[in-house]
């Protein structure tokens, strides 16, 4: 069965590797033989997480990526080729919320959200694909959505409605590049304990949230491990257009 999720010819590029999510992607990844390209604006995060990486004996290249910046997403594929290889799997994780009510939301706020969110993870998914059309390459695309992509709360709104796009340009993505051997499925984490919102979940109004969770539990990164492994790996290889739901039961609340 080991070799069923192997991952370890795969040439994977993350974004939004600095921390959290991105950070533990590229953790569980390269432990399994991947070679990691790390991605993000906060380079010297990604340069402690690269000789991380590399002091186990993993293969990794920490590249400068602003996902808002068509330029930035050219010029960072190009240098996590040239050092590493042809991508073969992109993880589409780089994002940010915004929160306050839908009325304090000023168009500069829409802007960020969105750009990063949805518009980036988009035309950083569209230029790997064109690489991999080019070479005539099978490839495999991870976007990383999230369970108000299906349901809503309050102050988030630009966040949710950016979400809700990755889960339509996930299935439309699939649909184009099938015919290309290019996969594109999604994982929708739910609520996840990460360093950011860490002190959240001892709050009167994190225990209320965590209450909501059938499985009573808010859930750890490496929750996640099993479900990038099987979406990075050829275990998903008849998955296109899927979306992974992982969150302890909320969406059933």
């Known amino acids: 069965?080991?070799?069923?999720f192997d991952v370890s010819k795969e040439t994977i590029l993350i974004t939004g590797a600095s921390q959290g999510l991105g950070r533990q992607f590229a953790r569980v990844l390269s432990a399994h033989g991947a070679a990691v390209a790390l991605a993000a604006?906060?380079?010297?995060?990604?340069?402690?997480?690269?000789?991380?990486?590399?002091?186990?004996?993993g293969r990794a290249?920490?590249?400068?990526?602003?996902?808002?910046?068509?330029?930035?997403?050219?010029?960072?594929?190009?240098?996590?080729?040239?050092?590493?290889?042809?991508?073969?799997?992109?993880?589409?994780?780089?994002?940010?919320?915004?929160?306050?009510?839908?009325?304090?939301q000023t168009e500069a706020d829409w802007d960020a959200v969105i750009g990063a969110n949805l518009k980036g993870a988009y035309f950083v998914a569209t230029e790997m694909a064109r690489r991999m059309i080019s070479r005539k390459?099978?490839?495999?695309?991870?976007n990383v959505a999230s369970v108000l992509g299906f349901g809503v709360m309050k102050f988030l709104s630009p966040y949710t409605i950016s979400k809700a796009g990755i889960v339509q340009a996930t299935k439309a993505m699939a649909l184009e590049l099938a015919?290309?051997?290019?996969?594109?499925?999604?994982?929708?984490?739910?609520?996840?304990?990460?360093?950011?919102?860490?002190?959240?979940?001892?709050?009167?109004?994190?225990?209320?949230l965590t209450k909501r969770?059938?499985?009573?539990?808010?859930g750890s990164e490496s929750d996640l491990d099993g479900a990038i492994m099987l979406l990075a790996s050829s275990a998903s290889r008849y998955m296109t257009g899927s979306v992974v739901t992982v969150d302890g039961g909320f969406l059933l609340t």
């Open 41 to 57: 604006r906060q380079t010297a995060k990604l340069k402690g997480l690269e000789e991380e990486i590399k002091a186990k004996g």
């Open 1 to 4: 069965m080991s070799g069923l």
């Open 137 to 142: 390459q099978e490839g495999n695309i991870v």
């Open 61 to 104: 290249a920490a590249v400068a990526m602003d996902v808002t910046d068509g330029a930035s997403i050219v010029s960072a594929i190009d240098a996590a080729e040239a050092a590493l290889g042809p991508v073969t799997v992109l993880i589409n994780n780089a994002g940010i919320a915004i929160e306050k009510p839908a009325v304090e």
């Open 213 to 218: 969770i059938p499985q009573r539990r808010v």
């Open 179 to 208: 015919g290309n051997r290019i996969r594109v499925n999604a994982i929708a984490p739910g609520y996840i304990d990460t360093e950011i919102n860490h002190h959240f979940w001892s709050t009167p109004g994190g225990e209320k």
